[in-house]
């Protein structure tokens, strides 16, 4: 089964990653905040104003009421004293339309319903007997009313407004009465039509009983259409706001109640229209935060820079901790915060403790006696302490050439100074943190930690070349052929490495020694002469 490998991310791009994110998450939670907010406002606001506006409306339409009652109570008193006077009741009726416009008509009506007078004279109603629902209600009442919503004689939807007219004795004489047109051409119109907003809102009032009275759309007049409050809050409140929904639209509605009718004035405006100016105001906030966003964006550039390079600089040294000038170029980094200092001081010690280790076992664990150099107890104590650290390694195998005649021409003596003299030179050549040992006879080990396989072949070429070159008394030039193999944490065992590097080693031999083979390549043959 094959295993997904993810890149990886370095801390300047998660750093980045990180500020963009939250800069984002910031302006877009602003954005949607500034929304919801203006949302609110513009919502509320506008319900105060329409709650406002019916109640102004509300106000002056009682204002107007009392008034017309007012003018009505007048001629009243005024026709009490001479109810009988017909020159007196038709001035009174004419003065009460043609002086202030505020009735359609206006009529005195007797204890019997008969019309004694009348304004405008072409209604040609007088000496008529009114029985209209209005008329009949207020000759039943004897008192100030407003009526509800009626068709007059001629078939007009009319309001009537009337007071008693009562002799100086007590007596009831009958009424006087003014009508106002709901759907024709009235001050009632006047005073509601006139005063609209240009902005989507429009107005409308509706009686008790839900009956249209005025609307901008004459066709609702004197229909019914649904209320928008119940008659418990139409009885407990005098005004007020919410907003309506249908199935098409939303509105805001302000209503007010008319005390003396109990008509309920309505301002409604659509909520779309409301919220209009809502898309201008958000693009005005997102060009007023962008430019403080990009500048954000570019001190988290800057900062993530700056907070990375430390570290940045101490993993790409942790790479080469096995390099002998490594400390002092960790030395060199500049740890400017703690966590950075934390870890280039945690490395400076590795280093040492690394180090101080490698020295130990050199110094500590058994050595040839002969060569100085580890025997393959010490050569097991390092490989253990590699295994335990996964310090991955390149090891080289190595073998003096046709050292049997050696010792057979020269004697054992010279064959022991030869040996010598080459783990001399291994000696010399290997780093700091080379492991050199002596595999036994003429066969000897380099480990070198950290290696890379060409890197590992430049030193196993160098080493062979140096042997080559030296002379030895008593023998004079010597060679020598190497293997070479790579043990990583996770590839295979540390014997199995050795035993590559061994095999490598043969072919070098078979491949006419003094050379170079790395395991699984061919032989690297030098220039020199077999």
């Known amino acids: 089964m094959l295993t997904r490998i993810w890149p990886k991310t370095d801390l300047r791009t998660l750093i980045m990653l990180l500020a963009i994110t939250s800069i984002v998450i910031t302006l ?13 406002v513009l919502i509320e606001s506008t319900l105060e104003a329409n709650r406002a506006y019916a109640t102004k409306l509300a106000s002056t339409t009682e204002v107007f009421f009392q008034l017309a ?29 043609e002086q202030t416009n505020s009735f359609n008509s206006v009529a005195i009506v007797d204890t019997d319903g008969v019309v004694k007078a009348i304004s405008p004279e072409s209604m040609m109603l007088k000496g008529m007997h009114l029985t209209s629902q209005a008329s009949r209600e207020a000759l039943a009442k004897r008192q100030p009313m407003v009526s509800k919503p009626t068709l007059s004689v001629a078939n007009n939807l009319i309001v009537f407004v009337s007071w008693p007219i009562w002799s100086n004795d007590g007596r009831y004489l009958g009424y006087i009465g003014g009508t106002i047109y709901l759907k024709k051409k009235s001050i009632l119109n006047a005073l ?19 009956q249209v009275l005025y609307h901008q759309n004459s066709q609702l007049i004197g229909k019914t259409v649904p209320g928008i409050i119940s008659d418990q809050e139409r009885q407990n409140r005098t005004n007020g706001s919410l907003q309506l929904m249908d199935e098409e639209t939303s509105k805001l509605a302000g209503y007010a109640i008319v005390p003396t009718t109990g008509w309920m004035v309505v301002a409604l405006k659509p909520t779309d229209v409301t919220l209009a100016p809502l898309s201008g105001l958000l693009l005005k906030v997102l060009k007023n935060s962008v430019p403080f966003a990009l500048l954000t964006l570019l001190a988290a550039v800057i900062l993530s820079r700056l907070i990375a390079l430390p570290l940045w600089q101490l993993a790409r040294k942790a790479s080469q901790m096995d390099t002998q000038s490594v400390s002092g170029e960790i030395n060199g980094i500049r740890a400017w915060y703690f966590e950075a200092a934390q870890v280039k001081r945690a490395m400076l010690t590795g280093i040492g403790l690394v180090q101080d280790k490698i020295g130990r076992l050199k110094s500590e664990v058994q050595t040839d006696p002969m060569t100085n150099l580890l025997n393959r107890r010490g050569l097991g104590a390092v490989l253990d ?17 046709h050292f049997k005649r050696v010792n057979d021409n020269f004697g054992h003596d010279v064959g022991d100074e030869v040996i010598k003299k080459v783990a001399q030179a291994l000696r010399s050549s290997a780093r700091q943190t080379d492991v050199v040992c002596r595999n036994g006879g003429e066969e000897f080990l380099m480990l070198l930690p950290g290696t890379a ?7 196993a070429e160098r080493l062979r070349q140096s042997i080559a070159d030296s002379w030895i008394d008593a023998v004079g030039n010597i060679t020598i052929s190497v293997g070479i193999a790579l043990w990583q944490p996770d590839n295979g065992s540390q014997e199995q490495s050795l035993k590559q590097a061994d095999a490598a080693l043969y072919q070098a031999k078979n491949a006419g020694r003094n050379c170079v083979m790395l395991a699984g390549q061919d032989a690297l043959v030098s220039s020199i002469t077999r």
């Open 28 to 40: 877009a939670n602003a954005l949607y905040a500034t929304w919801r907010v203006q949302r609110m």
């Open 69 to 97: 009652e007012s003018q009505l109570h007048y001629s009243a008193t005024k026709l009490g004293n001479d109810f009988d006077n017909s020159e007196l009741a038709q001035g009174e009726v004419n003065r009460l339309r």
């Open 192 to 210: 509601l039509g006139e005063q609209f907003y240009r902005d989507g809102t429009h107005v409308y009032v509706l009686d008790r009983n839900d």
């Open 385 to 401: 302490y590699f295994l335990a650290m996964r310090q991955p390694f390149a090891v080289l195998a190595l073998d003096i050439d």
């Open 453 to 459: 396989p060409e890197e590992a072949r430049i030193i």
